[in-house]
């Protein structure tokens, strides 16, 4: 089962990073967001068995959970991100991941979840 985090009808490229795009720039440097139903068109090699578009208000509240829960495990978490990010970097990158959280909530819970959505699809080999 593929997740893909997605806008209705619409793919954004991120190879162009704008100053001003937190997320593109720290989170998805490089990515693409695709369209709920790009996937539908690359089956050569996999066959969609069947799909989903799940309103986003759920993934709103799983960030919200997350970001709970790392900021309960801070100790836990702390060392994790001092080796990953550097001791002197380490501030930065709490408060950044804290942001994401937040940001994801709200881009996800936006108009009661019906703007982002998740789509779901259920691949098998050809």
């Given at each position: 089962?593929?997740?893909?985090?997605?806008?209705?009808?619409?793919i954004e490229?991120?190879?162009?990073?704008?100053?001003d795009d937190?997320?593109?720039?720290?989170?998805?440097?490089?990515?693409?967001?695709?369209?709920?139903?790009?996937?539908?068109?690359?089956?050569?090699?996999?066959s969609?068995?069947?799909?989903?578009?799940v309103?986003?208000?759920?993934?709103?509240?799983?960030?919200e959970?997350?970001l709970?829960?790392?900021?309960?495990?801070?100790?836990?978490?702390?060392?994790?991100?001092?080796?990953?990010y550097?001791?002197?970097?380490?501030?930065?990158?709490?408060?950044?991941?804290?942001t994401?959280?937040?940001?994801v909530?709200?881009?996800?819970g936006?108009n009661?979840?019906?703007?982002?959505?998740?789509?779901?699809f259920?691949?098998?080999?050809k």
């Amino acid at each position: 089962m593929v997740a893909s985090y997605d806008r209705i009808f619409s793919i954004e490229m991120f190879e162009d990073i704008n100053e001003d795009d937190w997320i593109t720039r720290y989170f998805f440097t490089g990515g693409t967001m695709p369209a709920a139903n790009l996937l539908l068109y690359f089956q050569d090699d996999v066959s969609v068995v069947n799909h989903w578009l799940v309103n986003g208000k759920h993934y709103a509240q799983t960030s919200e959970a997350w970001l709970k829960r790392m900021d309960q495990n801070m100790a836990l978490i702390k060392p994790i991100i001092e080796s990953t990010y550097g001791k002197d970097q380490a501030i930065k990158w709490t408060v950044y991941w804290r942001t994401f959280f937040i940001a994801v909530a709200e881009l996800f819970g936006y108009n009661n979840g019906e703007e982002w959505m998740v789509a779901l699809f259920l691949f098998k080999k050809k």
